[in-house]
């Protein structure tokens, strides 16, 4: 289906003629790197032209000035491929993904690179008061509802405007009491590839009755290549001097604790396996790292995360107007679909920050409030950039 990249085979196969059992071993430096030898490119546009819920979904592309290409499919809003130049000038595909609607249709629960609402994250127990009023929402992840229900924006059809080369807008209609959430919200989603290889993701939205929204993207990236192998050898960076520890259903205890001395300091860049398997109830708990850090200055001038590719030196900027950032390790991987490229899914193979308010928001009044009433203007935006490593 991709075209082998012809030097790079030609220089392999050589290779493992020669020592066949070097070719075998997954851990020499001779075995044939499936990014190295495959082509980058966007799926064909094609395979996501289809009808799902009565509405036309279809495959966007975003090009800039420096040959940076992004395709985004308005089902879900779902950001299917990002390709960026690595340290060799290579076009690399940094985002795990599927390469066909079908695809991302037949795999609801890992959200790959999909927009997340009405509520990104978790509400315990699916349950909330607005008001003096009491919801109830869809329990998806027991005991807890994650992520907006039984059927989140992720797998809604979106109303899609490509604006120009660079620029695609997503509308959304959520209707009073969809997934148990009051008030018809209208969502604007506007995504833009800069001419500095950032991808600017502007979230806009109004309600007619007082609600909660907590909008993010859950898009999976491997700098190394969508088919790159673990993440476990990048090194990231989060500028969070604390954290919201979590129980063992996943929901903030409510205390902010400092990240001093713990894993769970990123503060400077580390490499990300490094301290993952460290025994540590936050690590057990979230079985990996799958955790909500209180940003120190969210921003969208200085970075709050950097993160970068071991193999490749891609690295990427996050900046973000969000107080919070969900750092999850794909620890939920387990190989099951087939992805781009020939992947799987595998443990670990790619990782997700979510930039957005901290889970279970609406029962913590001690955290940044996620409500929005009528009149008001839920605005918001994220930024990921890429560059090579220094
Ligand atoms: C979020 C959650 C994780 C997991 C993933 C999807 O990041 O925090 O626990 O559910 O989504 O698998």
């Known amino acids: 289906m991709y075209k082998l990249f012809k030097p790079a085979l030609s220089i392999i196969l050589p290779a493992c003629l020669l020592t066949v059992s070097a070719c075998n071993n997954s851990n020499t430096k001779s075995t044939i790197n499936m990014t190295d030898s495959l082509e980058a490119k966007l799926p064909a546009a094609s395979a996501f032209q289809k ?36 340290k060799n000038g290579k076009l690399t595909d940094v985002v795990e993904g599927f390469d066909s609607v079908e695809g991302y249709k037949n795999a609801p629960g890992p959200y790959y690179g999909a927009i997340i609402g009405r509520y990104g994250n978790r509400i315990a127990k699916g349950k909330f008061a607005l008001e003096g009023k009491e919801y109830s929402l869809f329990i998806n992840n027991s005991p807890n509802t994650l992520h907006g229900g039984k059927v989140g924006f992720d797998f809604k059809v979106w109303d899609a405007k490509q604006i120009d080369s660079t620029t695609l807008e997503l509308t959304y209609l959520s209707k009073d009491m969809e997934e148990g959430f009051p008030g018809n919200l209208q969502v604007k989603v506007v995504y833009t590839l800069t001419n500095d290889n950032g991808l600017k993701i502007d979230y806009t939205a109004t309600t007619d ?152 928001s609406p029962n913590e009044p001690k955290f940044p409030s996620v409500v929005l ?12 950039k890429f560059s090579i490593a220094k």
């Open 51 to 86: 009808t799902i819920d009565g509405k036309k979904t279809d495959l966007y592309t975003l090009k800039n000035s420096k040959g940076m290409e992004v395709a985004i499919t308005n089902f879900g809003g779902r950001v299917v491929s990002i390709l960026v130049p690595d």
């Open 209 to 360: 009755k007082t609600t909660i929204v907590n909008l993010t993207n859950h898009t999976y990236f491997n700098l190394n290549g969508a088919n790159g192998g673990t993440i476990l050898n990048h090194k990231a960076q989060i500028l969070a001097d604390t954290y919201t520890p979590i129980d063992p259903t996943s929901i903030p205890t409510g205390v902010i604790a400092p990240v001093k001395g713990t894993p769970f300091d990123f503060t400077q860049s580390t490499v990300i396996g490094s301290r993952i398997n460290d025994k540590d109830e936050q690590l057990t708990n979230g079985k990996g790292y799958d955790h909500n850090f209180v940003l120190t200055k969210p921003s969208l001038d200085t970075p709050v995360a950097t993160v970068v590719g071991d193999k490749s030196d891609i690295e990427m900027q996050i900046f973000t107007q969000e107080p919070g950032l969900q750092f999850y390790t794909g620890n939920f991987m387990k190989g099951d679909n087939a992805m781009k490229y020939g992947a799987k899914d595998n443990y670990r193979t790619a990782f997700a920050m979510e930039t957005e308010h901290f889970p279970d």
């Open 373 to 384: 009433k009528p009149g008001q203007v839920y605005k918001t935006t994220t930024e990921y």
